[in-house]
């Protein structure tokens, strides 16, 4: 089931998730319904905040980059409960958009190299460097789980730039080809 994205200005986009257990209800039902949800708005990753969930469950698929990045055809996992340990590596400057910040993309630099800790959809536990790309992603998407958005990371006149932007979702004008949530709905 395809759920509604919440937009910029939703509260639940600013809050600390919670880590949660195996006992967590309907669990598989969520991850499958983020994945399609992810899928029908074309990101690559997706937080259970931004569909309205204070939990720590991420989805990311870059089986969709296959073509021009081999090494993640068929790629699609879920991350439970997941926590960065550790950033290091060279900082990169890559340009980030967001599914709950239709219509913005800005050049975020990032380390390139991540530790993180997570469970997999078996609650089975895994510690991790992660390289590159998906080093990013999940950068971006666990971000999420700790009340961050991409745009924190921007400088003040970056932000100032993107504030018309930005009001206009406050005020419930959020474009784009997919179903949100935004404050004033």
Do not use: W
């Not at 983020?34 to 931004?50: I, W, Y």
């Not at 991350?79 to 709950?100: K, P």
């Not at 219509?103 to 997999?120: A, P, S």
Request: proline residues 4%.
């Amino acid at each position: 089931m395809v759920l509604p994205i919440y937009v910029y200005g939703q509260p639940v986009l600013r809050k600390v998730a919670e880590d949660i257990d195996s006992d967590y209800p309907n669990l598989k039902e969520l991850i499958e319904n983020m994945f399609e949800t992810m899928d029908k708005a074309e990101g690559v990753g997706l937080a259970a905040p931004q569909i309205g969930l204070p939990i720590r469950v991420v989805v990311i698929n870059l089986d969709v980059l296959s073509d021009e990045f081999p090494e993640y055809k068929d790629f699609r996992k879920a991350y439970i409960n997941a926590h960065i340990l550790e950033v290091e590596g060279d900082e990169v400057t890559m340009e980030e958009g967001c599914l709950s910040l239709p219509g913005i993309h800005e050049g975020v630099k990032r380390g390139n190299r991540i530790r993180v800790t997570y469970l997999d959809e078996n609650f089975e536990k895994h510690d991790e460097v992660v390289e590159g790309y998906l080093a990013r992603v999940m950068q971006h998407e666990f971000d999420h789980l700790e009340g961050k958005m991409f745009i924190d990371h921007l400088s003040p006149l970056r932000k100032q730039m993107l504030k018309g932007k930005l009001n206009a979702m406050l005020k419930g004008k959020a474009h784009c080809t997919y179903k949100v949530k935004t404050v004033r709905k």
